[in-house]
Structure formats: C-alpha cells, structure tokens
C-alpha cells in the first residue's frame, strides 16, 4: 500500500454525494500519476445514471472508468489486477456478496489501497454485514449523507434511506436487501419504488423491518426469524 495510505469507506444515504466523492479520489489518483482500477458491481445500474456501460457515473456527471464484476463473484476483482496498480475503487459495496471482504482483505495484503463507496443500511435501517470488518481493519470513514425528502421541505440531514412504492412504505424484506439499484418505469404512480434519504424525524421502520434494534446486525436468513414490525 502507498506510504501512510489507509483503506477509505465513503458511507453514507442515499444522494449523498458517495460516488461524487469516489470520483473524487480517482482524479487526486490521476493528478499524483498513481495507477489505479474501478469496480461496480453487476445488479446495481444506479437508478439508471450509468447503466450496464463500463463506467461510475455520479449524479454530478462525473465518470470514472469501470470494471462491472459479478455481484456475488467479488473474487473476480483480484483477476483483473497487474503489478502497476496501486489503488482499488469500489462503488456500492453493499450490493456485493459479503465474501468482498476476503478480496479487500488481500489488497491490504498486496498493499494496495482500497476505496470503496456504499450505503451504511438497508431501507429497514439494518446495517450491511461488513461494517464490522471496516472497524477491526482499519478503515477511514467518510460519512455522506443526503437530504430529508421525506417530507416537502425538511431538508435536514437524512440519516436513514426509506422505500416506498407510491406514497406508501415498501414492506421489508431481507432477501432483497441487494435488490438492484434501478427503478423500473411504470405509468402507474402506485406502483412506482423509490428511495429517498429520511430524517430520524421522518423515517418510518416499514412492515417486517427487525422490531428490535438489538438484532440488526444479524444476517439476512437470521432476520426472517426474529420478531419483526407488524
């Protein structure tokens, strides 16, 4: 890993500015001749921005030139490094099978640093699984966090990322907690799923969202078993 480089984990809501953030990074990269690679996982074709091309694209615009690699094939990462690159971004981490940690595990081996961009929970507020992982291995945070648009106005920092299909909350499931992050067309506005940053204000825990917040770091096929919100 370059001299005094630590690992980064841009985290945050959604609209927050994570992959803005990371394109960021890539261009302080290019500036300082520092050779690098990007990844996007393939179930996430953000919403539409950047779709299944080979690029980041964040909503800004910027564009960073990427590798789409399979989500539940992490590993696949570590075949597409040569012996020049010295850094690693990622975006939306959280779509990826957690086995990504092994794989960012021995780029700090190779010392190659990782950047990697996500959200820090789910749309039940259940934190993805590798935040523990972030901590014990020295990770440097950067939180991001978008603005309330829950409700028309508040614009205060949105902590939380809410779902809704229409006007009415999208029921929680955890089996689906990497669902992809483009949101279909429909004519019909009750139908329609978006997301949204929300305030702990305004955030609401949707149906069979975990009813205690003691369980939300359990895995997804623990969370179908626990007492949930009915």
């Known amino acids: 890993m370059m001299t005094g480089a630590r690992p980064i984990c841009l985290?945050?809501?959604?609209?927050?500015?994570?992959?803005?953030?990371?394109?960021?990074?890539?261009?302080?990269?290019?500036?300082?001749?520092?050779?690098?690679?990007?990844?996007?996982?393939?179930?996430?074709?953000?919403?539409?921005?950047d779709g299944h091309t080979n690029e980041i694209v964040s909503r800004r615009r910027s564009r960073i030139p990427?590798?789409?690699?399979?989500?539940?094939?992490?590993?696949?990462?570590?075949?597409?490094?040569?012996?020049?690159?010295?850094?690693?971004?990622?975006?939306?981490?959280?779509?990826?099978?957690?086995?990504?940690?092994?794989?960012?595990?021995?780029?700090?081996?190779?010392?190659?640093?990782?950047i990697i961009a996500g959200l820090t929970a789910d749309y039940g507020a259940v934190p993805y699984e590798m935040l523990p992982f972030f901590l014990n291995y020295g990770f440097e945070f950067e939180f991001l966090y978008g603005k309330c648009k829950k409700v028309e106005g508040c614009n205060k920092v949105g902590t939380f990322n809410q779902a809704l299909k229409g006007d009415e909350l999208l029921a929680y499931d955890p089996k689906v907690r990497r669902m992809k992050g483009d949101i279909k067309k429909t004519d019909?506005?009750?139908?329609?799923?978006?997301?949204?940053?929300?305030?702990?204000?305004?955030?609401?825990?949707p149906l069979g969202a975990p009813k205690n917040l003691r369980d939300i770091l359990k895995g997804p096929e623990d969370l179908l078993k626990i007492r949930r919100v009915e």
């Not at 019909?188 to 825990?205: G, N, Y």
């Open 11 to 49: 985290l945050g809501t959604m609209g927050g500015g994570k992959t803005q953030r990371l394109a960021d990074y890539a261009d302080d990269f290019e500036q300082r001749g520092i050779q690098y690679i990007a990844f996007k996982p393939s179930n996430s074709p953000r919403e539409g921005i």
């Open 66 to 114: 990427a590798s789409i690699i399979d989500w539940d094939r992490p590993e696949q990462i570590l075949d597409k490094l040569n012996n020049h690159i010295d850094g690693v971004l990622i975006d939306e981490y959280h779509l990826f099978d957690p086995r990504l940690e092994d794989v960012l595990f021995t780029l700090m081996r190779m010392d190659i640093q990782p």
């Open 188 to 205: 019909d506005p009750k139908e329609k799923v978006t997301f949204t940053a929300a305030c702990v204000r305004h955030f609401e825990f």
